[in-house]
C-alpha cells in the first residue's frame, strides 16, 4: 500500500516561511508528475505549484516569485519552500503525485492528507 505522507505545516506570521514536505510511505516502482494543492474554507482547490520527473515547473500567479516547488528524486520527495506568506496563503495543503506502485500498470494519483498552514499574526 501507498500513502502520501506530508509534514511541515504549522502557524507561521505573514512574511515569515514555511517549508512542506510530502514523501509516499510504501514502495513505489516510479514517480512522474508531482505538485501541491490548497484548498481554504468555503473556496475550491486550486492548484498551488508542479514539477514534472524532468524538473519542470509551474506556479500559480498568486504565489510566483514567493514559492519554490522542488523535488528529490533519491528520495522520491517533493518540496514546497513557501516564503514571504501572507494570510490568503492560509489553507490546508495538499501533496499529490502520479505513480506506479509497481511495473507494468498505469500511472495513477495519489493524494496526502493535508497539512494546515496557517498565516497570522
Known amino acids: 500500500q501507498v500513502q502520501l505522507v506530508e509534514s511541515g505545516g504549522g502557524l507561521v506570521q505573514p512574511g515569515g516561511s514555511l517549508r512542506l514536505s510530502c514523501a509516499p510511505s510504501g514502495s513505489i516502482f516510479s514517480i512522474n508528475d508531482m505538485g501541491w494543492y490548497r484548498q481554504a474554507p468555503g473556496k475550491e482547490r486550486e492548484l498551488v505549484a508542479h514539477?514534472?520527473?524532468?524538473?519542470?515547473?509551474n506556479y500559480a500567479d498568486s504565489v510566483k516569485g514567493r514559492f519554490t516547488i522542488s523535488r528529490d528524486n533519491a528520495k522520491n520527495t517533493v518540496y514546497l519552500q513557501m516564503n514571504s506568506l501572507k494570510s490568503e496563503d492560509t489553507a490546508v495543503y495538499y501533496c499529490n503525485a502520479k505513480l506506479r506502485r509497481r511495473p507494468w500498470v498505469t500511472p495513477e494519483d495519489y493524494w496526502g492528507q493535508g497539512t494546515q498552514v496557517t498565516v497570522s499574526s
Open positions: 514539477i514534472t520527473s524532468g524538473g519542470s515547473t
